[in-house]
């Protein structure tokens, strides 16, 4: 439980700093990009506190006073800039403007320092590869942006950059040149191991660059693509609310004959019963169960509408309403069914046509048991089209002119234990 505890915690806390869509709308371009620049200058500040760390132990080990100095300087130099950063960031959240500038200064700020601690350590024999290392670190925080623009613009300067301090840091080519005219320069540097050292660098540089800006594009090709794709899905989310609230307006404007709680009831014992005498699965008896007396929801449903300020969860219950509400539509149109098959066989009004039409609505096992149920209690009932029949004329009913509505099993597991129905019809 201890564990659980911290790994909430900390994945929380995480999340808090780090997290790239913590609590943010992925459309919104502003929104993302301020997450963005908050994450970054976290992992900056993080990174500016290491490197003021390793400045204050090299400087504790050397026992330099001079080497106090950078750490003395590094370390305030962190908060001053890392304030006005997040100053920047925190004046206007919602201006993509201010926010793109914080993002160029971010960058220009990681670069340059990591070339500082580079231009400290780059003489130590056991520090220059590892300081040199955070170069590349560089170029990985910025692509964090998932920004192409930033990304071209942040390695072509950077290889600018870096090229200036392998001839004046790395190694410095002044000394080589100095007193030479510019072939007799070309001759010894190109012989000298400094030039290829130089020249790899400089190359692993470019392939290194080349392969981050690759993964930026394809990061940027990709979340284009969804912030398309959740935008479009939205758009069409409303439309569709908006004509399923109309279509359900029309559908549940004619409810009133249909929502009767004695008849609903009756009709779902009686299909819960026929179901058990059929054999249904405990699943499909389920189902009877619910769908038998789903449109007594229906004031659930009245209200579908999509926030102007719609999240993730809004969704969700609007995609639970909207799935409910089918579902009543549904149930309603299998009461309506069984009216029409009423009234026409009443009225002498069906035929062939009509038939095969009824026949294509909702012919599933399920559908069938509670159609016979709520058919056989229309038919005992007291309607504005008929006068109430008696149990003995529905079932002749049934035998003559519904079984072509039913499967052969179940109308014969019906009229077998007729008297069955009979008895829960008189007694409820």
Same mark, same amino acid.
């Given at each position: ?6 790994? =909430? ?6 999340? =808090?700093?780090? *997290?790239?869509? /913590? ?8 929104? $993302? ?25 090299? +400087? ?6 001079? /080497? ?12 001053? &800039? /890392? ?17 793109? &500038? ?35 670190? +560089? ?6 942006? !998932? ?34 005219? $510019? ?41 284009? !693509?969804?912030?398309?794709?959740? $935008?479009?899905?939205?758009?069409? %989310? ?12 029309? $559908? ?7 929502? /009767?709680?004695?008849? &609903? ?10 179901? +058990?005498?059929? *054999? ?5 008896? =389920? %189902? ?31 995609? %639970? ?8 539509? #549904?149930?309603?149109?299998? +009461? ?23 026949? !294509? ?8 048991? &509670? ?8 038919? =005992? ?19 003559? %002119? ?20 009979? #008895? ?5």
């Amino acid at each position: 439980m201890a564990g659980k505890k911290l790994k =909430r915690a900390t994945k929380g806390l995480f999340n =808090r700093f780090f *997290g790239f869509e /913590n609590e943010i709308d992925i459309t919104n371009e502003v929104a $993302v990009l301020h997450r963005r620049n908050v994450v970054i200058k976290n992992i900056i500040f993080i990174s500016n506190l290491f490197y003021s760390l390793l400045l204050s132990i090299f +400087a504790y080990v050397s026992e330099t006073t001079a /080497n106090w100095i950078y750490p003395a300087i590094f370390f305030p130099f962190t908060f001053f &800039i /890392n304030a006005i950063i997040n100053s920047l960031i925190k004046i206007d959240r919602h201006d993509k403007t201010r926010q793109q &500038i914080a993002m160029y200064v971010m960058a220009l700020y990681v670069f340059i320092s990591v070339v500082l601690v580079y231009m400290r350590f780059y003489h130590e024999p056991y520090f220059e590869t590892t300081s040199y290392i955070l170069i590349y670190y +560089a170029i990985v925080v910025i692509s964090l942006y !998932q920004s192409k623009s930033l990304m071209l613009w942040s390695s072509g300067g950077m290889i600018a950059a870096i090229t200036i301090i392998h001839f004046t840091v790395t190694y410095n080519v002044s000394n080589i040149a100095e007193g030479k005219s $510019v072939i007799e320069f070309l001759r010894v540097f190109l012989k000298d191991p400094a030039f290829y050292d130089l020249l790899m660098r400089t190359v692993i540089f470019v392939i290194f660059s080349v392969v981050i800006f690759t993964i930026v594009s394809m990061g940027h090709y990709m979340q284009e !693509q969804r912030r398309n794709e959740l $935008v479009k899905r939205r758009e069409i %989310q409303e439309d569709f609310t908006n004509i399923v609230s109309d279509l359900f307006k029309v $559908v549940l404007s004619a409810k009133s004959p249909f929502i /009767n709680r004695q008849h &609903i009831d009756l009709v779902q014992k009686s299909s819960i019963h026929l179901a +058990a005498l059929f *054999g249904t699965t405990e699943e499909e008896t =389920r %189902q009877i169960r619910e769908y038998s007396a789903i449109h007594l929801r229906i004031n659930e449903i009245s209200d579908l509408i999509v926030p102007e300020e719609a999240d993730e969860v809004d969704y969700d219950k609007l995609k %639970q309403k909207t799935e409910l509400g089918t579902l009543i539509a #549904k149930r309603l149109q299998l +009461a309506q069914k069984t009216d029409d098959i009423a009234r026409a066989h009443i009225e002498g009004a069906y035929n062939d046509k009509f038939t095969l039409e009824m026949m !294509q609505i909702q012919p599933e096992i399920t559908a069938q048991i &509670i159609l016979l149920c709520d058919l056989y209690i229309t038919m =005992r009932g007291q309607q504005s089209y008929k006068r109430p029949y008696p149990h003995d004329i529905v079932v002749k009913t049934f035998e003559k %002119q519904f079984h072509v509505y039913f499967e052969y099993n179940l109308l014969d597991r019906f009229l077998r234990f007729a008297s069955e129905f009979e #008895k829960i019809y008189n007694e409820f």
